[in-house]
C-alpha cells in the first residue's frame, strides 16, 4: 500500500535529480556539435559538425570568431591545481598522523583547520588579497598568494579524508615493524603509507578538482594572469560562441579520463583490501 | 648472576592518573619462558608493551642484559613482538614478510637470503613463502609472524595472546611447537595470556598478575598446588577454598576452626598462624579424596584425621576409567571429584551420600 504511492513518488524525484544534474551538461554537449561558424549558442541545431572542436585547436580557416583565450589559463590551472594537490595532501597525511596521538590542544587545532572550507570563499580570497597588498606588501598571482588560498581551502578536505582512513587503520603493523628494528620513518614509508595509499589517492582527488574548479577565491587572490574558471567567466563578458560549449565537454573529458584513473587505482586497492578483510576473517 | 630482563619497581600510570602497573619486580633468565596470566586490564599486556618500548615506564628501572633501556626507542631494543593478530604485512608476500626487518638493515642481499630460507624452512613455511599472507590459515600466519620476529635475532621475544585467536586443536599444537622452538633457540620468552592451561603447559614459571600487581611468581606446578593468594587461588586449577580461624598447629600443618569443622593444611608459606588468626584452607581437586558412606570411621580417621566433610553425590560419569562426580556440600557448594573407576564401582551412586577427605600436607593454608 505505502510502496504503490512511495514509490511512483521517489522514481519522480529521481528523475527530476538527474535530470537537474546531467541536463545542463546534455544541453551544452548537444549545442557543442552546432554547425559554424554562424551557429549560434542556441536550438535548433542548424546542422551537426565538428566545427567548434576543431576552431578549439585552431585547425579552421580565420574567421571573425576569435580563439578561445584559454590555452595559458589551462596550463596555469593544470599547475595551480598540481601544486595544490601534492602541498594539501602532504600536509593533509602529516596532520592527520599528528591526531592519532592525543595531544593538547587538538580540539582547538582540529577546528582551525577546519575552518579552512568553512570560510566564504569570497572572503578568504579577499583577505588573502588584502594581506598581500596591504599588510605584507607583495604582487599577487596564481602561483603565490592564489595557491595559498587554494591549499588553505583543500587541506582540510584532505585532512578529513585521511583522518578517516588512519582512524580504522591497525596500528599493530607498525608496531611490529618498529619491533623488528625499523626506524619510524622507514616503517611509515614501507608499512603504513602503502596501506593508506587509497586514502591518499582521494585526498589527491578531492584537492586536485576542488583546486581545479575554485572560483572566487582566486578572483580576488590571482592577480593579473588568470585561471581557467576566471577566464571562462572573462569570455562571457563579450559574447557566446559554442567554442567554449566545446571547451566544457573537453575538460569534462579530462575531469573523466582522471576519475578513471583514480577507478582503476582505487579498485586495485580495494581488491587488496579484501584480500585482508578476508585474512581477518580467518583469524 | 646476570638476567636477560630485569624489572625493578616498575609502575605505569596512564596520563588520566590510572594506575596500569603497580611496583612490578621481576628478574628473569636467558632462555626462560616466563607467562604473565591474568584476567583482562590486570596490566599484564601493558608490562610485556613497556618492555617492548611501545609504552613508557612511569617509573623503575627496566633493564635488558644489565642495560637499562627505559628510554630506549623500540627498534633499538632487542626485543622482537608477536601479536594476538599477526600483524603481518598485508601488502608483502610471506618471502618479503620475514625479510622484511632484515632487508632495512641493509643486510647483504645473499646473506639475509641464507637466513629467511632457514628459518622458513625450520618453521614449514619454505612451500608457501612465495604465497601472498591473505589466503594463508591462522596457524601458518602465525609461523610467519613468528618466523619474521626470530630472523631478526633478538634477545627476548615477546608473545602477546599469540595462540587467542586459534581454534582449540591448533592452539594445542602450535603450542607443541612453540615450546620445542623456544628450547631449540635458547632465547628468553615473555608470554602474555589470560588462558592458564596455555601458560601452565608452557612456561618455566608464571607470573599471575591481578589489578596491576603482581599476585605471585611461581613455577606451574607449584602455583597449582600451593597458591600464595586467595586470587591465585580461585584464578588457577579448581581449588576448594574453606575459610575459618586458627586453632592449633602440628608438625608444620594449621588446624582451622571451620564451618565444616575441624580441618588441616601445610603451611607452605611458613605464616604465623597464632591462635585466632583468620586464614582458609586452598584445597585443590587433585588432593580430594572421595571415601564412601560405608568405609569405618576408624578407618577414614586413620588415613586423613578430621580432615572430613559430608558430601551428596550429586552426578556421576564414568569415561573410561575415570569416573567423574560433582559432589555437593551441606552449604550447597558443588565441587568436581575424579577417580578411578575400580575404588568406587558399586560403592557410590547419585544421590548416595560420602565424604570429601585429605591428608592435612595435600591442602595448604593462606591467610584469608
Known amino acids: ?283 | 648472576m646476570a638476567y636477560d630482563l630485569q624489572l625493578t619497581n616498575v609502575y605505569k600510570t596512564y596520563d588520566n592518573g590510572t594506575p596500569a602497573v603497580i611496583d612490578f619486580n621481576l628478574d628473569v633468565e636467558k632462555g626462560e619462558f616466563i607467562a604473565f596470566l591474568g584476567p583482562s586490564g590486570c596490566g599484564k599486556s601493558t608490562t610485556l608493551r613497556m618492555i617492548s618500548g611501545f609504552e613508557t615506564v612511569t617509573s623503575g628501572d627496566l633493564m635488558i642484559r644489565g642495560k637499562r633501556v627505559n628510554d630506549q626507542l623500540p627498534e633499538k631494543r632487542p626485543t622482537s613482538m608477536i601479536f594476538q593478530n599477526y600483524a603481518l604485512f598485508p601488502h608483502m608476500n610471506v618471502r618479503q614478510n620475514v625479510l622484511f626487518g632484515l632487508e632495512v638493515k641493509n643486510m647483504p642481499r645473499a646473506e639475509a637470503n641464507r637466513k629467511v630460507d632457514q628459518i622458513l624452512d625450520k618453521l614449514g613455511l619454505s612451500g608457501i613463502a612465495e604465497m601472498p599472507t591473505a589466503r594463508l590459515s591462522g596457524g601458518q600466519r602465525q609461523r610467519i609472524a613468528l618466523a619474521r620476529s626470530l630472523v631478526v635475532e633478538p634477545d627476548i621475544l615477546l608473545l602477546d595472546e599469540p595462540l587467542g585467536a586459534l581454534d582449540a586443536n591448533l592452539r594445542k599444537s602450535i603450542q607443541n611447537e612453540l615450546k620445542l622452538l623456544q628450547r631449540d633457540l635458547g632465547i628468553t620468552f615473555v608470554f602474555v595470556t589470560h588462558a592458564q592451561s596455555e601458560a601452565l603447559a608452557l612456561s618455566d614459571r608464571i607470573v599471575v598478575m591481578n589489578a596491576g600487581r603482581i599476585e605471585q611468581v611461581s613455577p606451574p606446578r607449584e602455583l597449582y598446588t600451593r597458591p600464595s593468594s586467595q586470587f591465585v587461588a580461585r584464578f588457577i586449577g579448581s581449588n576448594t577454598i574453606l575459610p575459618g580461624t586458627v586453632k592449633a598447629r602440628e608438625d608444620g600443618n594449621v588446624i582451622l576452626e571451620t564451618a565444616f569443622g575441624i580441618l588441616g593444611g601445610a603451611n607452605r608459606a611458613g605464616i604465623d598462624a597464632h591462635d585466632g588468626r583468620e586464614m582458609s584452607i586452598i584445597l585443590p581437586a587433585e588432593a580430594v579424596d572421595l571415601v564412601p558412606a560405608d568405609v569405618p570411621e576408624d578407618e577414614m580417621r586413620a588415613n586423613f584425621g578430621s580432615n572430613t566433610i559430608p558430601c551428596t553425590i550429586e552426578r556421576l560419569q564414568i569415561v573410561g576409567h575415570i569416573m567423574h562426580m560433582i559432589v555437593s556440600f551441606v552449604d550447597g557448594r558443588k565441587i568436581n571429584v575424579e577417580g578411578h573407576v575400580d575404588k568406587y564401582r558399586d560403592r557410590l551412586k547419585a544421590g548416595g551420600r560420602a565424604f570429601v577427605a585429605w591428608k592435612s600436607a595435600n591442602a595448604t593454608v593462606i591467610d584469608h
Not at chain 1, 602529516?94 to 582551525?112: D, N, P, T, W
Not at chain 1, 576519475?259 to 585482508?276: N, P, T
Open chain 1, 1 to 283: 500500500m505505502e510502496s504503490k504511492v512511495l514509490k511512483p513518488i521517489l522514481a519522480v524525484y529521481v528523475g527530476l535529480f538527474i535530470l537537474f544534474l546531467y541536463g545542463p551538461f546534455i544541453v551544452l554537449g548537444i549545442l557543442s556539435f552546432q554547425q559554424g561558424p554562424e551557429g549560434g549558442p542556441q536550438f535548433p541545431i542548424l546542422s551537426w559538425s565538428t566545427y567548434w572542436y576543431q576552431h578549439l585547436f585552431g585547425l579552421t580557416p580565420p574567421s571573425r570568431i576569435a580563439p578561445l583565450p584559454v590555452g595559458e589559463a589551462l596550463v596555469r590551472s593544470l599547475t595551480l591545481a598540481f601544486m595544490t594537490m601534492v602541498t594539501a595532501t602532504v600536509l593533509g597525511v602529516m596532520a592527520a598522523q599528528a591526531f592519532r596521538k592525543r595531544f593538547r590542544g587538538a580540539g582547538v587545532v582540529f577546528y582551525l583547520i577546519v575552518l579552512g572550507m568553512m570560510v566564504p570563499g569570497v572572503l578568504t580570497g579577499l583577505g588573502t588579497s588584502l594581506l598581500a597588498n596591504n599588510v605584507v606588501g607583495i604582487e599577487r598571482h596564481w602561483w603565490s598568494t592564489a595557491f595559498l588560498a587554494h591549499v588553505v581551502y583543500t587541506f582540510p578536505f584532505a585532512f578529513l579524508v585521511m583522518l578517516a582512513i588512519l582512524n580504522r587503520f591497525d596500528g599493530s603493523v607498525e608496531e611490529a615493524s618498529w619491533s623488528l628494528g625499523v626506524s619510524p620513518i622507514t616503517t611509515f614509508r614501507k608499512v603504513t603509507f602503502p596501506l593508506i595509499f587509497p586514502g591518499v589517492l582521494s585526498a589527491m582527488l578531492f584537492a586536485f578538482t576542488l583546486s581545479f574548479d575554485e572560483f572566487p577565491r582566486t578572483l580576488f587572490a590571482s592577480g593579473r594572469d588568470q585561471t581557467l574558471p576566471l577566464a571562462i567567466y572573462g569570455t562571457f563578458s563579450v559574447e557566446i560562441h559554442p567554442n567554449i560549449f566545446a571547451f566544457g565537454v573537453m575538460t569534462t573529458l579530462f575531469s573523466f579520463a582522471l576519475l578513471s584513473v583514480y577507478g582503476i587505482l582505487m579498485g586495485l586497492s580495494v581488491r587488496r583490501a579484501k584480500k585482508m578483510a578476508m585474512q581477518e576473517d580467518i583469524a
